[in-house]
Each structure stands twice: as structure tokens, then as C-alpha cells.
């Protein structure tokens, strides 16, 4: 939540609760928090695993966060920092690795390079998943 910037809270008490995130393993046991949502209408969230990315996923279709939740200096930025990359593989660099990035940057920061006639390919784990761009010659 918080890297995302979304105002998400994490309570104790169902009472205080405006949500419910539980697993599916947990949701098919129907424990009696479940049933307790269920009977105040409270609205229950089911992620599939308990990871990162299924919750940052969560988080962003609650939330609707998308493209347009970039600001334009931010995005500015992404795009200079990539441009810089590829002049750099440009210029001699064998390969350059971006900073880890959300999907939705790390599919701008491929098209830039495929513009430019440079490969790319993403590396690692979210939430450290990052473009390397290098020469395709």
C-alpha cells in the first residue's frame, strides 16, 4: 500500500473494517471471520497466494490504478533515464539494466528500446523485475 501510495489500513476488528482481503485457501475453510463479513455485507477480496504481486495487483484494480495514474514529470523521468540507456548501448555499453519498475514502465522502457532497434528483455522477481536493453547484433 504504501509504495503503491494508496490509503489502504490494515485493522484488527472486522467492526472497523470497510473491506476483507483473505486468501482462497482460508475462504473455502469459511472461517468465522469469513461468515461474520459476509452476514455485516462487508465486501470480501479472495486473492489466490499470499505474494507481493497478487496483492499489489489487488491493490491496483481496487483502487484503479493505471497508466494514467503516472504523473507526467514522473513519467518524464522514466523516459529520460531510458533514453540515456539506450544511447549508452549506443555508444559501446554491451548492456545496461533499468531500475526495477512496474509492468506498465517496464513495457514503455521496451517499446523505447524497440524504437531504437535495441533488444530488451525484463530480469528478476517482482517486485524487483527490471529491463536490461543491449544490441541485437
Do not use: C, M, W
Given at each position: 500500500?504504501?509504495r503503491?501510495?494508496?490509503?489502504?489500513?490494515?485493522?484488527?476488528?472486522?467492526r472497523?473494517?470497510?473491506a476483507?482481503?483473505?486468501?482462497?485457501?482460508y475462504y473455502?475453510?469459511?472461517?468465522?471471520?469469513?461468515?461474520d463479513?459476509e452476514?455485516r455485507g462487508?465486501?470480501?477480496?479472495v486473492l489466490?497466494s499470499?505474494?507481493?504481486v497478487?496483492m499489489e495487483?489487488f491493490l491496483?484494480?481496487?483502487?484503479?490504478?493505471?497508466?494514467g495514474?503516472?504523473?507526467d514529470s514522473?513519467l518524464?523521468?522514466?523516459v529520460?533515464?531510458?533514453?540515456?540507456a539506450?544511447e549508452?548501448?549506443?555508444?559501446?555499453?554491451?548492456w545496461v539494466d533499468?531500475?526495477?519498475?512496474?509492468?506498465?514502465?517496464?513495457?514503455?522502457?521496451h517499446?523505447?528500446?524497440?524504437?531504437a532497434?535495441l533488444?530488451s528483455?525484463s530480469h528478476?522477481?517482482e517486485p524487483?523485475?527490471?529491463?536490461r536493453?543491449?544490441?541485437?547484433?
Open positions: 500500500a504504501n503503491l501510495e494508496v490509503p489502504a489500513i490494515v485493522v484488527k476488528d472486522l472497523d473494517a470497510q476483507l482481503v483473505t486468501l482462497r485457501s473455502r475453510k469459511r472461517q468465522r471471520v469469513i461468515t463479513a452476514a462487508v465486501p470480501i477480496y489466490r499470499n505474494t507481493v497478487q495487483n491496483r484494480d481496487l483502487f484503479h490504478l493505471d497508466a495514474d503516472y504523473s514522473s518524464d523521468a522514466v529520460r533515464e531510458t533514453q540515456a539506450i549508452a548501448v549506443l555508444h559501446g555499453e554491451r533499468l531500475p526495477p519498475a512496474s509492468a506498465y514502465i517496464r513495457r514503455l522502457q517499446q523505447l528500446a524497440r524504437q532497434n533488444g528483455q528478476g522477481r524487483h523485475r527490471r529491463v536493453i543491449y544490441r541485437t547484433r
